[in-house]
């Protein structure tokens, strides 16, 4: 496996924000260091999936954990990377407002990789986070 250096804020930023998707979910990258990544997902009022409570449906926050424990192995192989399989756990609502993602690699193999997500509400409290195995193996030529 090729591995390079930790990519920049800028350069992880301009990574993630290649896809519609991701656009979709307006990310923000705010840090990348040897300890993982934070992602800010600015708020959208298309998440609330119960209009009398207004709370985030479950499936963008699987979303959201999804792409920022991608994203924190592509910080370090320069490229994102197929999922393989994720688990997410709920621990309360996220009520309207920007989520802060925070990732990090678990361990980065030649063939599979584990990296895990934690989203945090804009009062800083967790709120679901979640493990994914991703298929790291170079891409064929």
């Given at each position: ?58 499936g ?5 954990i ?13 490229r ?29 193999g ?32």
């Amino acid at each position: 496996m090729s591995e390079k250096k930790t990519l920049t804020v800028d350069e992880l930023q301009q990574l993630i924000t290649r896809g519609p998707f991701n656009r979709w979910l307006n990310f923000t990258v705010t840090r990348v260091d040897g300890e993982g990544i934070e992602v800010r997902a600015e708020w959208r009022e298309e998440w609330v999936v119960n209009p009398d409570r207004r709370y985030t449906h479950g499936g963008i926050l699987s979303a959201i954990i999804d792409v920022a424990a991608d994203y924190a192995i592509a910080a370090q192989l320069g490229r994102p990377v197929p999922t393989i399989d994720m688990r997410v756990d709920f621990h309360k609502p996220a009520m309207p407002g920007d989520l802060t993602t925070r990732a990090r690699v678990v361990r980065l193999g030649s063939q599979f990789s584990t990296a895990e997500a934690s989203i945090y509400d804009k009062e800083g409290a967790l709120v679901a986070s979640g493990r994914g195995t991703y298929f790291t193996a170079s891409p064929k030529a």
